[in-house]
């Protein structure tokens, strides 16, 4: 059964530094997402990207993020500078569609980052 | 604009006894709704759906969720509880018609279930 696969599982990185979370969405999926998930809190959506640009995002996604399909399979979030509260579970996620029956998220198994 | 709140964040239940864990959800649309289970160190495993076919809906490991506009909930249910089912629960909506959410989806809290032998 295909699924979302992420790398690395878990990411230790200093205040300030640059890291890339990657993923590899369903093949025939066409529909992108990146969520986070805070130590004990719910998880957040915090960008949705289709046909190589970004379509929505929220007020987390700003600047120091972005995201990237490189090429035909993966899916990259970099976090330019990382701050202490960038440490979270996050979770890509893909789907066919955005609408109608069918065209549910399927997640990957998520990368804990942790900021030193 | 979407909301789902998750009433308890944690729910302990017995072996064989009924899991109840309770999703109500404000959408200005119609909402699709969906129910994801989280097992320790692993990612978000749905559950089940409902997509406006049917207020009660089946999914997996025995769960399934009825949909009531009236009282705006989704609920999930189980009628005998295992073991394997202790994991954390996700509820969560989609505002599909006419919206700008491109498919995003929004999570409840989450809600702890914890089986008791």
């Known amino acids: 059964e295909p699924e979302v696969t992420q790398t690395p599982s878990h990411q230790v990185t200093q205040m300030g530094q640059e890291v890339i979370l990657r993923c590899v969405p369903i093949?025939?999926?066409?529909?992108f997402y990146w969520y986070r998930q805070i130590l004990g809190q719910k998880v957040e959506f915090l960008v949705s990207?289709?046909?190589?640009?970004?379509?929505?995002k929220s007020e987390i996604f700003d600047d120091q993020f972005s995201v990237e399909r490189p090429d035909g399979s993966n899916f990259t979030l970099k976090i330019r500078s990382t701050k202490l509260e960038d440490s979270a579970m996050y979770f890509c996620?893909?789907?066919?569609?955005?609408?109608?029956?069918?065209?549910?998220?399927?997640f990957g198994p998520g990368t804990r980052l942790t900021v030193l | 604009a979407q909301s789902v709140t998750q009433l308890g964040s944690h729910v302990s239940v017995s072996e064989g006894a009924l899991v109840l864990l309770r999703c109500n959800y404000s959408s200005s649309v119609p909402p699709y709704l969906f129910w994801y289970v989280q097992y320790p160190n692993q990612g978000l495993q749905l559950l089940l759906k409902y997509t406006s076919a049917a207020t009660l809906v089946k999914g997996i490991n025995g769960f399934e969720a009825e949909f009531k506009k009236s009282e705006t909930s989704f609920h999930l249910t189980k009628p005998s509880a295992h073991m394997s089912d202790a994991a954390e629960y996700f509820c969560a909506v989609r505002a599909d018609a006419g919206g700008t959410s491109y498919g995003k989806l929004t999570f409840g809290q989450g809600t702890i279930l914890t089986v008791h032998p």
């Open positions: 093949s025939n999926h066409l529909y």
């Open positions: 990207f289709y046909n190589n640009e970004i379509s929505e």
């Open positions: 996620a893909s789907s066919r569609g955005t609408s109608g029956r069918g065209n549910e998220q399927f």
